[in-house]
Structures are given as C-alpha cells and as structure tokens.
C-alpha cells in the first residue's frame, strides 16, 4: 500500500480588495485559504484575493518524540559499528579515506 504525501503548505503574499469598500491590502496568508476570505480591516466586510505576489513552502514543526528517538539511534551507531569491525577491515577503510583526501 503507498504512503499518501500531504501537498506542501505553502505561505502566499497575496493582495485582497473589500467586496463592499474597495480597500486593497497586502497580507500573508497561508494556501488553503478560501478565495473570499478574511474580512477587511475598514469595513469588516468579506475580501477576495486579486492577486498572489509571492509563495514560499511553511515548514512544518519537528516531532520533538522523533527527533529524540533518532539521536538515540545515532548516538549508538557509530561505536556499535567501530566495535563491530575488525582491525584488518579499519586499515583498509582509512587507506581509502587517505587516499580519497590526497588524490588530485
């Protein structure tokens, strides 16, 4: 079964005109919101987005739980394979490595 991806969020610079004074504005908005929209600042009545002058994607917030769990994870890979190895299978890794850094 494939995962669903979300569409990314993203936060528009919009410009809004009143229905009923005319009044433009330009304000930050996120995308999801609706054509007609929040109210104007002068009359309080319903505004349509005119124009979108400019979009850039909303990150989204870590799961603090996650990020935990994968410093643990993190914290115990690197020693548990360095103890892994053997002493032949490190002098083979930091040859290349040398070699990888002094090639030119």
Not at 29 to 45: F, K, L, M, V
Not at 49 to 62: F, T, Y
Not at 69 to 88: E, N, Q
Request: net charge positive; hydrophobic share 40%; with cysteine.
């Amino acid at each position: 079964m494939a995962a669903r991806r979300r569409a990314p969020r993203l936060l528009l610079t919009v410009t809004r005109r009143c229905l009923v004074c005319d009044a433009e504005s330009e304000i930050t908005e996120q995308s999801d919101t609706d054509q007609i929209g929040p109210p104007c600042e002068q009359c309080h009545a319903p505004t349509e987005r005119v124009a979108v002058l400019s979009s850039r994607p909303l990150s989204e917030p870590l799961n603090p739980h996650a990020a935990a769990l994968g410093r643990l994870g993190g914290l115990k890979g690197g020693p548990a394979r360095a103890a892994a190895l053997t002493a032949r299978r490190r002098r083979e890794i930091a040859q290349a490595a040398a070699r990888a850094r002094w090639k030119k």
